[in-house]
Each structure stands twice: as C-alpha cells, then as structure tokens.
C-alpha cells in the first residue's frame, strides 16, 4: 500500500459503479434523474413502453460500494435492421466527470454488436460541451444538422448535430 493510501481509504470513501441491464422497474428512477438533467422530462410511462419493445435496450450505472444501489446514470438504445440510435443519456450531477457517461456507452455500443448492429447514430443539442466531448472522444463524427431542432427553456432554438460511429 502507498504511504497515506491507508488514512485516504478511510476518510475519502472512493465510490464505486457497476454497470447493469435495464430493467422495467428502472423507470421510475430513469424519469427522476432524466427531469434532472432535461428541460423536458421523460414520464416514467414514456420509458415503460420503451422498456417494452424487443428493439429497446438499456443499461444503468449503480453504486455499488454502499448499502443500496443508487443510481448514477443510464443510457438506453434501440437498435433495428443493422443500425442503433441512442435516445438517451443522463449521469447524475453528482458523479459528473467520474468515467460513468464513457462506461454506459460503452455498454449500449457492446450491445448494439452484440444484436448485429454496424452503425450507430445519435442526436446532440451543438451547444451540449459535455456530451459532444463524450461522443467525439468515443469516435463518433457529425454526418447531418436540424436547425432549430430543440426548443429550450426561454422559447428559444437550437441546432441538433446527427452524429455516427461505424463499429467495425
Ligand atoms: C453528457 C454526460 C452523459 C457525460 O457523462 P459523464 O459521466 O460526466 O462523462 P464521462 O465522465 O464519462 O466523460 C467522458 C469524456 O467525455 C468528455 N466530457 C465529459 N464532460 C465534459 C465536459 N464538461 N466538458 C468537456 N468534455 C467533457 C471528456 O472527453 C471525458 O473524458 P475525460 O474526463 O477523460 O476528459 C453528462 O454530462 C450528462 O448526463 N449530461 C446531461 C444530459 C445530456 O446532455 N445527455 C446527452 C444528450 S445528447
């Protein structure tokens, strides 16, 4: 053990994720933590009937260094005839910048393989720093824009960047 690791393990708990399949019962909490980081929240009915097509996959990122397992994010997929899109993505504010969005992409881009999938395709607000970091760094290339795709808070607009990634 490095010298001072022993009094850092006890006094700053390091906090530890493990990656999971989505379940029908993550709904609740996906649309929790989705109205946290959207303008526009998901209802957890809208990720029930998600949940329930064969083509919809998803994984959750759980603490699991503490009694219970909460959550710290989630992505969730389709993926049909060769190709996947990402509909969507939120990590926890709280666990920001800890490797979490980068894990559960990972997972959805094992998966869409793992079904066939070659392609995969998302969308992202051109003003979104953190997310367009995430996806540039996995690989991922802008092939299209929709001007005035998103509405925000304040009545304004903005441009939604499509993005690809090849697998193979
Ligand atoms: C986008 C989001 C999922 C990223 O999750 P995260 O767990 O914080 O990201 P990670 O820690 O895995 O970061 C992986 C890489 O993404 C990039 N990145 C993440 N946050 C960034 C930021 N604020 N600024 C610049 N790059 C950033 C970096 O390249 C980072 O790698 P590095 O830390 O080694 O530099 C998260 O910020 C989020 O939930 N945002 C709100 C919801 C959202 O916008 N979803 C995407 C909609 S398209």
């Keep these: 053990m490095k010298p001072g690791a022993f009094l850092e393990n006890l006094f700053v708990r390091k906090i530890e994720f493990d990656i999971f399949p989505a379940e ?4 609740d909490e996906f649309s929790r933590l989705h109205g946290e980081r959207f303008y526009r929240r998901w209802g957890d009915g809208e990720f029930h009937s998600l949940m329930t097509q064969d083509t919809v996959f998803g994984f959750s990122a759980r ?3 503490g009694p219970s397992l909460g959550l710290g994010g989630f992505v969730l997929a389709r993926a049909a005839a060769g190709e996947a899109e990402i509909l969507t993505i939120a990590v926890s504010d709280k ?3 800890q490797g979490l969005g980068w894990r559960l992409m990972l997972a959805a881009m094992r998966e869409t393989r793992a079904r066939g999938g070659e392609t995969i395709f998302l969308e992202v607000d051109e003003g979104n720093v953190s997310a367009l970091g995430l996806y540039r760094k996995l690989g991922f290339r ?3 824009e929709r001007k005035g795709y998103y509405a925000d808070g304040d ?3 903005s441009t939604a960047l499509v993005m690809r990634l090849d697998l193979r």
């Design 142 to 144: 802008q092939v299209a």
């Design 24 to 27: 029908n019962s993550d709904c």
């Design 63 to 65: 603490v699991t260094s």
């Design 95 to 97: 666990f920001g910048r």
């Design 155 to 157: 009545g304004g607009r």
